[in-house]
């Protein structure tokens, strides 16, 4: 198994409301990402879990609110969010958050809409 | 600090034409590189990795990409071009700060 699943596949929600994106990996992998996409960019890293410990934080605004519950879950959970946040969210996975030479497995992301 | 530039955010080719797509590293250690696609409303998924195991790797789909030290290159290459080849490509190098460092991306067209 060599996938990252992530659900909703889409999700619409207004400003005031709370919503959480799930993404889940079976492959064993100890480090897991969340970035964000916005249309012809590339990815941008928003958060990095090592070892089911928060590693890095891009200076993310704190309506967006990472978890990982185990090492094969991780979670973004969004609150009070803007129009602008509106995007493609990507989870990740790879094999050690040290190595250069182990690929991250990405899932087929959350189409976010913010209205 | 790592960085990779491709160079040219669009590429055109015709069915059947040599794909070539360019990315530039900048890195003051022996790099890890990364060649992703994308494809429209998809997640990202690896063609090929250079981990100086060879200088010419070769990767899914047909595709491959030669490191070359002297002019800190990873260019992307494909002999003859698939419509299903249509797809956004990412270059993308690892950071010793446990990161991904992402090309702006190269958008490839092929023509019937």
């Known amino acids: 198994d060599t996938e990252v699943t992530q659900t909703p596949k889409h999700l619409v929600m207004g400003m005031t409301n709370k919503k959480s994106l799930k993404c889940e990996q079976h492959?064993?992998?100890?480090?897991m990402y969340w970035y964000k996409q916005k249309a012809k960019k590339p990815p941008e890293l928003m958060f990095v879990y090592s070892y089911e410990k928060l590693s890095i934080n891009e200076s993310v605004p704190s309506r967006f609110s990472p978890e990982c519950p185990n090492s094969s879950l991780l979670n973004l959970h969004l609150h009070a969010l803007q129009p602008e946040d509106s995007a493609l969210y990507l989870c990740?996975?790879?094999?050690?958050?040290?190595?250069?030479?182990?690929?991250?497995?990405f899932g087929q992301g959350t189409r976010l809409t913010v209205v | 600090a790592q960085s990779v530039t491709q160079l040219g955010s669009h590429v055109s080719v015709s069915e059947g034409a040599l794909v070539l797509l360019r990315c530039n590293y900048s890195?003051?250690?022996?790099?890890?590189l990364f060649w992703y696609v994308q494809y429209p409303n998809q997640g990202l998924q690896l063609l090929l990795k250079y981990t100086s195991a060879a200088t010419l790797v070769k990767g899914i789909n047909g595709f491959e990409a030669e490191f070359k030290k002297s002019e800190t290159s990873f260019h992307l290459t494909k002999p003859s071009a698939h419509m299903s080849d249509a797809a956004e490509y990412f270059c993308v190098i690892y950071n010793q700060g446990g990161k991904l460092i992402f090309g702006q991306g190269t958008e490839l067209s092929v023509k019937p």
């Open positions: 492959m064993g992998h100890r480090a």
């Open positions: 890195s003051s250690v022996p790099p890890y």
């Open positions: 990740a996975s790879s094999r050690s958050p040290t190595r250069g030479n182990t690929e991250a497995f």
